[in-house]
């Protein structure tokens, strides 16, 4: 089993900046990539940025330029660096972690970030 631990959401004004963290434990040596998914109210969850074991990243296209995903290995963390802040960036935040065997997904609780005026 892998457990995933969200933290670092909030309120921030539009252009404003924050970074979310996942904190992994468990059978994470199991894992593949780790990801980082949206929920606005209404709509569909979505992907925003994926890592995978060695590192190599992809980011929707709403978000390229503007967030950074990156990991501490030794920390067993993901973190999303969300800059230039948007309206429509808010949603509840979720971080997966993906195994191949079995195709299994793993997800942690969600983090709301609104972003507004």
């Known amino acids: 089993q892998v457990q995933l631990v969200e933290s670092g959401g909030g309120l921030v004004q539009p252009g404003g900046s924050l970074r979310l963290s996942c904190a992994a434990s468990?059978?994470?040596?199991?894992?593949?990539?780790m990801a980082w998914y949206r929920q606005a109210p209404g709509k569909q969850r979505e992907m925003v940025a994926t890592?995978?074991?060695?590192?190599?990243?992809n980011y929707a296209d709403s978000v390229k330029g503007r967030f950074t995903i990156s990991r501490d290995n030794a920390k067993n963390t993901v973190y999303l660096q969300m800059n230039s802040l948007k309206p429509e960036d808010t949603a509840v935040y979720y971080c997966n972690g993906f195994r191949v065997l079995g195709f299994r997904n793993y997800w942690g609780q969600g983090t709301q970030v609104t972003v507004s005026s």
């Open positions: 468990g059978s994470i040596g199991s894992i593949n990539a």
């Open positions: 890592i995978t074991s060695s590192g190599s990243t």
